[in-house]
């Protein structure tokens, strides 16, 4: 924010025993302030919830036995939300829990409340989050039906969904589910280092609200099966009256081996649907494109590789209808055995932000010669010398055509999809070279019924 000029607060102090007392003061101010953040680090608790646990016979407190003794830990996790408190930490040991999880409590920015899971823990039920503040850690999530339409629905503000597993969600397409659904009310919600696979006729997301973050997730086996009933994404929104879906960051994502679209983004005439922002995600082995209809979209270093085959590109601009890609920018993209690549549907380079500085190629990595626009500063063809293209590892060798051939986009991000800083001239791709590696890409295991060949 701008900073505001604030008058001189300069005082002349009198000398000698008069400032005394305002030393004094001061530092019993310090001692207050030390005091009390040590009371509120002494008040946090830790529970423990066990499916042998006891909802009427005891407190939940953790101890040194409370995991090997069930007289110590709570039966459902319904009862610790309804205990816990800012700061507070339950730890879910393994077993299966079935039933609805509302997470109602709100904890603070300083102490967020804690569910996390202990070992393996399966909820076997649909997960609402309505309090703010509330980190959700380790858990798998598979409910037995559609339920609540979203496997995982995330209101309220400030809560965190990370390193969970969502798979095997029991709805039908006719169901029109989702694995993780961001509702409208909600702002400032993340989901990050979770899987979501083996889902068919399923979304991964439906985003709404604002100042969302979906970041280092793994979606992998999202496959469309019935798409007169449900055409499966792995991201969309759209707009209805009162709705809003802006601010929204997607980064450093995997999404493979899977047969549904990418995404459907669209305005639907709604003027907040917009200002949405792909970055070092790698898309790999995807049945069908991203059709993007959102203003202000920006695809900064990400990878395509062989997706939307089935429509014969990967990236589709649309401004017609209930879309419109007026001022997205795609820079830095790696684009490999697409068909099309970047295709504009009613769109127009005159009406984008930049298109600029994208790799284009064959399978073979020849250079594309079908007469789709490239774009400024384009790479066509040579040889990107990734680690391994068939074992989905996109990080650059020393000889990729992709180094020192991207634009400069530092004053918007600075880091690769491993986390590393780019420094001076960047590459093209996810994944700067020389920088140090988090470790290659795992592969996921594909689906028995891919489209795409």
């Known amino acids: 924010m701008p ?44 529970y423990h919830v066990r499916t042998d646990g006891s909802d009427s016979s005891c407190n939940g407190s953790a101890n040194a036995a409370a995991s090997s003794a069930p007289n110590c830990a709570f039966q459902t996790i319904g009862k610790s939300v309804s205990t816990a408190a800012a700061g507070d930490t339950v730890n879910i040991q393994a077993g299966t829990f079935s039933g609805t999880t509302s997470f109602t409590k709100s904890g603070t920015a300083a ?18 989050t309505s309090g703010n503040y509330i980190v959700l850690d380790g858990l798998t999530i598979s409910p037995p039906s559609a339920g609540g339409y979203g496997a995982v629905t995330l209101s309220g503000q400030n809560n965190v969904l990370k390193n969970c597993l969502l798979t095997n969600y029991g709805a039908s397409a006719g169901d029109q589910a989702t694995a993780i659904i961001f509702e409208n009310s909600g702002a400032y919600n993340t989901v990050e280092g979770c899987t979501i ?7 991964a997301f439906h985003v709404n609200g604002h100042d969302q973050t979906i970041r280092n997730n793994v979606v992998t086996n999202l496959n469309q099966v019935n798409y007169a009933l449900n055409h499966t994404d792995f991201i969309q929104t759209w707009g209805w009256a009162g709705s809003h879906s ?28 917009r200002d949405w922002t792909f970055r070092n995600n790698v898309f790999a082995n995807v049945g069908a494109a991203l059709f993007s209809g959102l203003p202000g979209t920006r695809y900064y270093n990400n990878v395509f590789y062989k997706v939307g085959r089935a429509q014969g590109y990967a990236l589709s601009l649309y401004t017609q209808l209930n879309y419109s890609s007026v001022g997205d920018e795609v820079v830095n993209n790696v684009f490999i055995d697409n068909g099309e690549d970047v295709h504009f549907q009613s769109a127009s380079l005159s009406q984008m932000g930049r298109f600029s500085n994208n790799y284009y190629a ?28 068939s074992g989905f590892d996109f990080h650059p060798l020393s000889n990729s055509v992709l180094i020192n051939r991207g634009a ?18 960047w590459d093209i791709g996810a994944f700067e070279y020389g920088a140090s590696s988090s470790g290659a890409i795992t592969r996921p295991a594909a689906p028995l019924n891919l489209i795409v060949k």
């Open 3 to 46: 900073s505001t000029l604030q008058p001189s607060l300069t005082r002349h102090q009198p000398t000698g025993c008069a400032s005394r007392p305002l030393r004094a003061l001061r530092r019993h101010a310090i001692v207050s302030a030390v005091a009390l953040l040590a009371a509120g680090a002494a008040s946090a608790a830790s």
């Open 197 to 203: 696979r083996d889902l068919n006729d399923i979304d």
């Open 408 to 425: 400069d986009l530092s004053t918007l991000f600075t880091t690769d999809k491993d986390g590393n800083t780019r420094t001076g001239v």
């Open 362 to 389: 064959n399978a073979d990595f020849s250079a594309k010669t079908n007469g789709e626009q490239l774009g400024s500063s384009a790479v066509n063809g040579g040889n990107p010398a990734f680690v391994s293209v």
């Open 111 to 128: 102490a967020p409340i804690t569910f996390k899971a202990a070992g393996s823990a399966v909820i076997r039920g649909n997960v609402f």
């Open 246 to 273: 802006y601010n929204i960051l997607v980064e450093g994502n995997l999404v493979t081996n899977s047969t549904a679209q990418l995404g459907n983004t669209e305005t639907d005439g709604i003027a907040d649907q």
